[in-house]
């Protein structure tokens, strides 16, 4: 079964070699870049809801996940977008390889190399692990969350479902809420959105801000209420509690009162505000059930499904440039 010939000329048309050998960081990507992978992907949108969702864009080349942190949305969306662009795609578990008896980053890097993938996706727990790989790997290195580092590719598809809903992003006040001390995820949005013109925001607690948070360039608010005063956009953050090694909040009971979404909080934000949360949730902490599942205000869920289609354009134009590299 082939795709709808329109949707497939309209992807060849939108494709374009992408700006970088990799994708680390959101910083490697200028203003046109950005606006272009979105038009890309909304185009990939138009496919995933066709019966027949494979191209043969990526036909002959490998990816090769390998995720060092647990993953459920993004591995899985990065598999599903290779396999629809017609890659071999492997995913690596490091907890069952030899990494787990021991081996460096740096010799899985080295073997894994030797394989030669051309597409190699990584999640770690260290901050800046993609970059040490892009330097070792003759493929594109994607990175797929670093630490507290950065997720290039959720900070995208999360503009994608905000250009969707919206329209143009720079006009957007967008208020980021909660844990942004430990967040990756709030490191590349507040870094893209900015890029894009959107007012920025970030609302949580003294002890859930990150140190030099004065030097973000955003507004920082202390108040729940007053932090989404007027937003279009609620950005809800996981409470990372993996990432914590000592008390940052007395109690998730005390936290979800202060801290978590619901309803009522709501109500200060623009008539019309949209909800977001990258996943997984903690449901009852940083965030109301009542609002998570409310499709008049969440995008929670065309959160994962752009997921899938900025994956495949970031793919897909990582492929182009690999291409062109190589002179073809
Ligand atoms: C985020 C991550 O892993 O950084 N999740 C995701 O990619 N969907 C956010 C989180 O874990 O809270």
Redesign the pocket.
């Known amino acids: 079964m082939t795709p709808n010939r329109a949707v497939s000329d309209d992807i060849r048309a939108r494709l374009f070699p992408f700006p970088a050998r990799h994708l680390t960081t959101v910083l490697d990507l200028k203003p046109p870049h950005v606006t272009a992978l979105l038009d890309l992907a909304d185009a990939f949108v138009e496919l995933n809801r066709q019966t027949a969702k494979t191209l043969d864009l990526l036909k002959g080349r490998t990816l090769v996940n390998l995720f060092f942190?647990?993953?459920?949305?993004?591995q899985s969306s990065f598999e599903l977008a290779g396999k629809r662009l017609g890659a071999d795609v492997v995913n690596m578990n490091p907890r069952t390889s030899s990494v787990a008896k021991g081996e460096t980053l740096i010799d899985t890097a080295v073997t894994l190399n030797a394989m030669k993938p051309d597409l190699l996706v990584v999640?770690h727990a260290g901050s800046g692990a993609p970059d040490l790989l892009a330097r070792k790997v003759s493929g594109s290195v994607v990175n797929?969350?670093d630490g507290q580092h950065e997720?290039p590719t959720?900070a995208l598809l999360d503009m994608l479902s905000m250009r969707r809903a919206f329209g143009d992003v720079g006009n957007l006040t967008v208020a980021i809420c909660g844990?942004v001390a430990h967040?990756?995820?709030a490191r590349s949005n507040v870094a893209l959105l900015t890029m894009m013109g959107a007012n920025v925001r970030l609302v949580g607690p003294p002890t859930l801000m990150p140190p030099a948070v004065d030097r973000w360039g955003v507004e920082v608010h202390h108040d729940m209420r007053k932090g989404i005063e007027g937003a279009d956009v609620v950005m809800m953050?996981?409470l990372?509690l993996e990432r914590m090694d000592g008390a940052f909040v007395p109690s998730m009971r005390e936290y979800f009162r202060f801290w978590g979404l619901d309803h009522e909080k709501l109500k200060h934000a623009k008539p019309g505000a949209k909800v977001m949360h990258?996943?997984?949730m903690n449901r009852g902490v940083e965030i109301d059930s009542d609002v998570a599942d409310d499709p008049a205000v969440s995008l929670i869920q065309d959160?994962v499904e752009m997921?899938v289609a900025v994956r495949m354009a970031v793919l897909a134009s990582l492929a182009e440039r690999l291409e062109q590299e190589a002179g073809r």
């Open positions: 942190e647990n993953s459920t949305r993004t999640r797929a969350g997720h959720q844990d967040s990756r995820v953050l996981r990372q990258p996943g997984p959160q997921g």
